[in-house]
């Protein structure tokens, strides 16, 4: 649990129910917070939120337990030593040169999604942010892109914005295995794409989000990182954010910048959680798997609802989503879970993302740690996300995409090598 050793059980902890929930959840429920949506929140449904989120503080950690038995793990510090201090293996051959070349062709489609977005968008919005002149224009532009993108979605979606920074992770495990110069500028063309695409849309986390994944791979690959690196990290993240929230929103002081921040930090994140409490029944039916995915909530439901987020969101800015300034309202995945399916989701689902995040964990902690394996776990051990949607969590077609893919190309590496092997025999 050493802040200089983060893995995904210690950033679930920390960071999402700790500092993105536990906390803003604290202060709200003992009334403060200025928060448009906040404001809307009884004081009744203050504390019951508090004792929710309080409940997730115990029940998440209990379905990672169970899966810990199930895994037999006696011993969960050795598992993760020996892991973390092991060397990086190939995983086809010495050199890997049978799934590189599947590896290659997904940086290819990685290149070409960044092409095709911008021809679909139609314009580079990094070029533009010094001619908005104001918050609102920014929002408009980035709910443009994203809610109103007009291309083939799962070649932004998945291709563009998963693919590429995964990739990314990928390459540089692979300097680290090899030291070569070759795999060194395969790790920078991706990095440059990487860095094109997470700040296409002027958001200001997406940057932060791919540090903090990038210092969490060096843990996975060097056992820690030394304190004065991690400190460093911490400083250069908050300037950076700073930084980013004046270059977006010009002409205002820095009380405001200040008071903006620690709101959006402690209090927008969790704030969608209290109002659902609150909505659900009451203004909205329990959506239950309507809201899940468009086709197949149409297939086995007979009907689609919008999810829980966004009606959320139509229902405390009506008039700035149909602006389409507005999108989806953060929450906790605990939030969704109660506007889905009521005391059964509150009760149920953090035990169920436990044991998900616990599977994943010891699963990847317990195979070879191949360049690959490494860039996944990096990768899912921030993107887990649970200040989020709960309904990724039963059917994510990004995610089931992204493993689809990696196993497909694995799948024709090892064809590739045993059609090399038997002609190398017959000869």
């Known amino acids: 649990?050493?802040?200089?050793?983060?893995?995904?059980?210690?950033?679930?902890?920390?960071?999402?129910?700790?500092?993105?929930?536990?906390?803003?959840?604290?202060?709200?429920?003992?009334?403060?917070?200025?928060?448009?949506?906040?404001?809307?929140?009884?004081?009744?449904?203050?504390?019951?939120?508090?004792i929710i989120v309080s409940y997730v503080m115990m029940a998440l950690p209990i379905g990672i337990l169970l899966?810990?038995?199930?895994?037999?793990?006696?011993?969960?510090?050795?598992?993760?030593?020996?892991?973390?201090?092991?060397?990086?293996?190939?995983?086809?051959?010495?050199?890997?040169?049978?799934?590189?070349?599947?590896?290659?062709?997904?940086?290819?489609?990685?290149?070409?999604s960044v092409i095709y977005v911008v021809l679909v968008v139609g314009k580079i919005p990094q070029l533009q942010l010094f001619g908005l002149s104001s918050q609102a224009d920014v929002l408009m532009l980035r709910n443009s892109i994203n809610r109103g993108f007009e291309g083939i979605y799962p070649i932004k979606s998945i291709l563009f914005e998963q693919l590429t920074p995964l990739l990314s992770y990928i390459a540089y495990a692979y300097y680290r295995m090899t030291n070569s110069l070759k795999d060194k500028i395969w790790f920078y063309i991706l990095l440059l794409l990487t860095l094109f695409m997470l700040t296409f849309t002027l958001s200001k986390s997406p940057l932060i989000g791919y540090g903090i994944i990038f210092m969490i791979l060096k843990i996975y690959i060097d056992g820690y990182i030394k304190w004065k690196f991690?400190?460093?990290?911490?400083?250069?993240?908050?300037?950076?954010?700073?930084?980013?929230?004046?270059?977006?929103?010009?002409?205002?002081?820095?009380?405001?910048?200040?008071?903006?921040?620690?709101?959006?930090?402690?209090f927008d994140q969790i704030s969608g959680t209290f109002l659902m409490l609150q909505i659900f029944p009451d203004v909205y039916n329990h959506l239950g798997f309507s809201s899940l995915s468009r086709p197949l909530s149409s297939i086995f439901i007979g009907s689609y609802s919008e999810p829980a987020t966004r009606l959320v969101m139509e229902y405390a800015f009506p008039a700035a989503t149909e602006k389409g300034l507005m999108n989806l309202l953060s929450t906790l995945f605990i939030g969704e879970a109660w506007a889905?399916?009521?005391?059964?989701?509150?009760?149920?689902?953090?035990?169920?993302?436990?044991?998900?995040?616990?599977?994943?964990?010891?699963?990847?902690?317990?195979?070879?740690?191949?360049?690959?394996?490494?860039?996944?776990?990096?990768?899912?051990?921030?993107?887990?996300?649970?200040?989020?949607?709960?309904?990724?969590?039963?059917?994510?077609?990004?995610?089931?995409?992204?493993?689809?893919?990696?196993?497909?190309?694995?799948?024709?590496?090892?064809?590739?090598?045993?059609?090399?092997?038997?002609?190398?025999?017959?000869?």
């Not at 892991?83 to 050199?95: D, E």
């Open 67 to 112: 899966i810990k038995y199930v895994f037999k793990i006696n011993n969960t510090a050795n598992l993760f030593n020996n892991y973390v201090f092991g060397n990086i293996v190939p995983l086809t051959s010495k050199k890997d040169s049978y799934i590189r070349i599947f590896l290659y062709g997904l940086t290819f489609l990685s290149f070409i």
């Open 230 to 266: 991690f400190i460093a990290f911490l400083i250069i993240a908050i300037l950076g954010i700073f930084l980013l929230f004046v270059l977006v929103v010009r002409g205002t002081n820095l009380e405001f910048v200040l008071i903006f921040l620690f709101n959006r930090i402690f």
């Open 340 to 427: 889905n399916f009521g005391w059964i989701g509150i009760i149920i689902s953090p035990v169920y993302i436990g044991m998900l995040a616990g599977s994943f964990y010891y699963f990847i902690l317990r195979s070879k740690k191949t360049p690959i394996l490494l860039g996944f776990l990096a990768f899912f051990s921030f993107k887990v996300n649970l200040v989020s949607q709960f309904n990724q969590y039963i059917y994510n077609s990004t995610v089931f995409a992204l493993v689809i893919i990696f196993i497909v190309s694995y799948a024709l590496a090892l064809m590739l090598k045993q059609t090399k092997n038997r002609k190398v025999h017959s000869v």
């Open 1 to 50: 649990m050493a802040l200089n050793r983060l893995n995904m059980i210690s950033v679930i902890f920390y960071f999402y129910l700790v500092f993105m929930s536990y906390i803003g959840a604290t202060f709200i429920a003992n009334g403060f917070g200025d928060n448009p949506v906040i404001n809307l929140v009884t004081s009744e449904y203050r504390f019951l939120g508090w």
